[in-house]
């Protein structure tokens, strides 16, 4: 059983991140984000799929602006991504954004970051410190590994804020490097009461990305730290929130959503069950409700191996056997063996 660290919560629009709060999901827009259109358009792509929050990049004051609009025009709550320019994160609240990202590492001056914190204080807005291993000022390297350093500029950063009586911290210490970024946060887990943001900065391709991704946020989940999660992967945002889901869901973090159990198949396999099997899965998708379901390569050793699936199929060449926690309930034509098998699972959801 996972027992969570204990962090003090705070509210990003609607959603509660930290304390006793579900560990929430979320992601960026791969968007210019001064092109509103097409920035609603995938926001709401990731509400679809499951993503809690949006990040949005904000480059320039255009981009701040742009924020005002997005906000009216999407229903989950709004991340400003700000660097160098403490003026972009003044616009970025000007503009309505539920929460700020900035990055300790490139905006350093005293007075600029007290100038973020005032309005964010008085608009009761979020302030997620983003240390970043790649952008750690040179100020900070003396003799200390790089998790030791990012945890420095980290508590400096918190220190500030709280001199200014500013308590709506969220941190995020990434690194490309899994082992850096666990002893990163494994370091500072106890030192502050503030919830953590987890990622494993670029990732990579999906395959890699979810890879690293799966092990860095996994380890950390199993030992209770984090409480909201971003999967970062060259590809586009949706599958981020998919492998966020799926790290979650292998956790027993989060019951919502289906789980499928597939067999990789092997020499018994007379059909193409990798085909049948993401067809189901791209399906599978649009359901936010937690059931199991296997598709498995052969009738002999299928039902059994996926006892604990709520329903499967096991598929036979012409033929497969649809089953209820291990027990064949119908046998189907091949042709049949998609719409068989998400009929079953429509009738045990309804
Ligand atoms: Fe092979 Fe059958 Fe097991 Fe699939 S279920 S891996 S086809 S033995």
Do not use: W
């Amino acid at each position: 059983m996972i027992i969570r660290r204990q962090s003090k919560p705070l509210k990003i629009g609607d959603v509660t991140v930290g304390g006793d709060a579900p560990i929430v999901v979320q992601s960026m827009a791969k968007t210019d984000t001064r092109d509103v259109k097409a920035t609603v358009k995938q926001i709401k792509e990731l509400s679809d799929c499951g993503c809690q929050i949006a990040r949005v990049a904000v480059p320039d004051f255009e981009a701040a602006q742009a924020i005002s609009t997005i906000r009216k025009k999407t229903s989950i709550p709004i991340i400003a991504d700000v660097h160098f320019d403490y003026r972009l994160a003044l616009e970025s609240l000007k503009a309505g954004a539920d929460g700020l990202r900035l990055n300790p590492g490139n905006i350093r001056e005293r007075e600029q970051v007290i100038a973020v914190v005032k309005m964010a204080r008085q608009r009761q807005i979020p302030i997620r410190i983003g240390v970043n291993a790649g952008s750690l000022p040179h100020s900070s390297k003396s003799g200390l590994s790089t998790a030791q350093r990012m945890v420095t500029i980290a508590l400096e950063q918190i220190k500030l804020l709280e001199s200014l009586d500013y308590d709506l911290i969220k941190v995020s210490l990434k690194a490309f490097d899994v082992l850096t970024t666990i002893e990163a946060y494994r370091t500072i887990a106890s030192k502050i009461p503030y919830p953590f943001h987890l990622g494993i900065t670029e990732a990579g391709l999906p395959r890699a990305g979810a890879v690293r991704s799966a092990v860095g946020i996994g380890i950390l989940l199993y030992e209770g730290i984090g409480d909201t999660i971003r999967v970062s992967l060259s590809t586009h945002p949706c599958e981020e929130v998919y492998t966020a889901l799926e790290i979650l869901k292998t956790l027993g973090l989060r019951e919502n959503g289906p789980t499928l159990i597939s067999c990789p198949s092997c020499g018994r396999s007379e059909v193409d069950i990798i085909g049948l099997a993401e067809s189901v899965d791209k399906k599978l998708r649009k359901i936010n409700r937690p059931i199991k379901i296997a598709v498995m390569g052969c009738v002999v050793n299928g039902p059994g191996e996926a006892k604990e699936a709520d329903v499967g199929i096991a598929c036979g060449k012409g033929k497969g056997a649809i089953f209820r926690k291990g027990k064949i309930v119908s046998t189907v034509a091949e042709r049949d063996f998609f719409k068989a098998l998400m009929a079953e699972v429509y009738n045990i959801l309804n």
